[in-house]
């Protein structure tokens, strides 16, 4: 396939699970034409707005807002909003495909996607969609019916989307994930400073951080306290929780726990474990089948339609994963990772289950499907 230069909008957001797919797929398009034009749309205020241009991009965002379902003066004042929003995001939406003219239109997922990719609708632009999920997000759900084609990251996605549109591309994700060797665990450790006669457990709850499994760390330290034992875990507590841990750390001896609020080298932070615990959004759970990961998923309940859920479950489902309910992992969840960070037979069936499941080439599979798209029209 010859791969000219093109005008791409992606839009979406709201969450890393949306943004570092997509700048993935932007990636990808430089990467195959260097002078592919992209421009990103996203929500006012949302993470989108700060990380985007980070990577290199030009963004614009729209003043969209969801709706919110717990009920409180403040969410009854933004749902008020909504539709006035949602009006002036679709005014806004069209002007921005007048100006910059797109061949094609990308849908991540995220407020912000759908007054776009409505629009491009409208002016006959095609439209791509990628959902990250085991679980449609109400976005893609909306906008899949008149995409031009939907990539999806998990089987059975005909329950959200026309059969003959889905091709299953797996999730986008960072280029320095991969399967990792012995070269690159001792690289690991040594960067992070761990013991390579010990065994390791690598706590991840995301860059804000994850208050279930902060918590269930600290009920585990406040029990134990581990000093000499064989495992050492590399705590990613978060920077929205960093002075909590630093005041419940404070006057503990405990040399096998190393904290940081945040992860500079992820790849390390992934090829240094034995085992893995984490949230299950959908690019956490891609990175982790990439990198052939034993994994305890706790899935976060405070998701729309539980998503992380279903991501974790089409794991454990091959045994490819471990599950533990948010509500039980103060009790369970430690206990779970050191019975299993033990057990190196159980570790490598879970590695081997893993490992089918990731999809190294998704950026590429979805960037022909782009180009495809465009050469229809």
Known sequence: MTYKKLRVIISG???GGHI???IAIANKLKELNPSTE???VGAE??????KVPAAGYNIVGLPIVGLQRRLNLKNFINNIQVPFKWLASRQKAAKVISDFAPDIAVGVGGYASAPL???AGKKGIPTLIQEQNSFAGLANKMLGKKAGCVCVAYEGMERFFPADKIVFSGNPIRSEIHPYTEEDRAEALSFYGLNPAKRHIFVVGGSLGSGTLNASMKEWISAKCPGGEDVEVLWQCGSYYKKDVDDFMYGRECPNVHYTDFIKRMDL???????????????????????RKAVVFVPSPNVAEDHQTHNAMALVNKDAALIVKDSEAREKLL?????LVHDTKRIAKLSKNIAPLSRL???QTIADEIYKLVLKK
Not at 45 to 50: A, I, L, Q
Not at 269 to 291: F, H, K, P, Q, T
Not at 335 to 339: D, I, S, Y
């Open 13 to 15: 957001g709201g969450t």
């Open 20 to 22: 570092f797919p997509a």
């Open 38 to 40: 992209i421009l990103f």
């Open 45 to 50: 205020g949302k993470m989108e707005m700060e």
């Open 117 to 119: 990719l409505r629009m």
């Open 269 to 291: 932070a992934y090829a240094g474990a034995d085992v893995v615990i984490s949230r299950s959004g959908a690019s956490s759970v891609s990175e982790l089948c990439a990198a």
């Open 335 to 339: 206990p779970t990772a050191l019975e």
């Open 361 to 363: 080439d998704a950026a």
